[in-house]
């Protein structure tokens, strides 16, 4: 769609180039007819397109993540696996499609929409130079989370969280520490009950988060809250592949602004 919607830009403007030069090489007659303000409507139309293909937060979907992940690719990681209705958190029903033997499944079709959000404001995040933190306490993932974050360029944390880290930055680590600008929470819970501290935290500190919640969390704290499997090895791997990839994206948008 971002494709098509380019494409139609660029025939519009072609299209306006051809309307001015028309009236301005034809007889006396056409030129007559042509005002100047059709002049200055004509260049404006072409300036707002000009400006709409330079400035991300005039589309939907500048990024193009949408095309990054299908209902079948979520359905292929097992990411509508959720957990024991026995411990389903009633925040998390809105997104719960049904229970199969005991199992909460979680609706697909809304956790895609929520993850094309999320995706959408990693880019955006990324685009404009700010600092990101992956967070997790999954301690089978957690390489793969550190180097996920590694390969983005960006920064993880997976081992204990200190209380104060963010909510008493200052004192810790002086007054020019600068804090991170998004949080990505591959897993919002340190064990099955337990919130992550640093949901807490964030939330504190008014910093942006993106969290995948399974049906025993807590979906409140987080800003761009993903219902997804939060534990299951493939799951993860294709968060962290999405997230890196969103990140990569809207860096290298920015490289090629930049360098212009």
């Not at 992940?69 to 997104?95: C, Q, T, W």
């Not at 680590?173 to 600068?178: A, D, L, P, V, W």
């Not at 600008?181 to 935290?201: Q, S």
């Amino acid at each position: 769609m971002a494709m098509l919607a380019m494409k139609r830009s660029c025939l519009t403007r072609k299209k306006d180039l051809k309307f001015l030069c028309r009236f301005l090489h034809n007889g006396r007659s056409d030129r007559s007819s042509f005002t100047s303000n059709d002049v200055v409507m004509k260049r404006d139309l072409y300036s707002q397109n000009m400006e709409k293909e330079t400035e991300p937060l005039n589309h939907e979907d500048y990024f193009n993540v949408k095309s990054m992940v299908s209902i079948k690719d979520l359905f292929e990681a097992r990411v509508h696996l959720g957990h024991k209705a026995g411990v389903r958190n009633e925040d998390m029903k809105p997104y719960i499609f049904g229970n199969r033997l005991g199992v909460d499944i979680i609706d697909l079709e809304k956790s895609l929409l929520l993850l094309h959000d999320a995706l959408n404001f990693t880019a955006h995040i990324a685009y404009r130079d700010g600092i990101i933190m992956f967070l997790s306490r999954y301690h089978e993932m957690m390489p793969y989370v550190e180097q996920t974050a590694k390969d983005s360029g960006e920064y993880a944390h997976c081992r204990l969280w200190a209380g104060g880290v963010l909510t008493n930055s200052t004192v810790q680590f002086g007054t020019m520490t600068r804090l991170p600008d998004l949080c990505i929470f591959i897993n919002t819970l340190t064990n099955v009950f337990e919130m992550h501290t640093a949901v807490r935290d964030t939330a504190k500190m008014a910093i942006p988060t993106v969290g995948i919640v399974d049906t025993n969390c807590d979906p409140q704290l987080i800003t761009y809250p993903v219902p997804g499997n939060d534990d299951t090895p493939c799951s993860v791997k294709l968060y962290c592949d999405l997230f890196k990839e969103a990140i990569l994206k809207g860096k290298a948008v920015k490289k090629i602004h930049s360098d212009k």
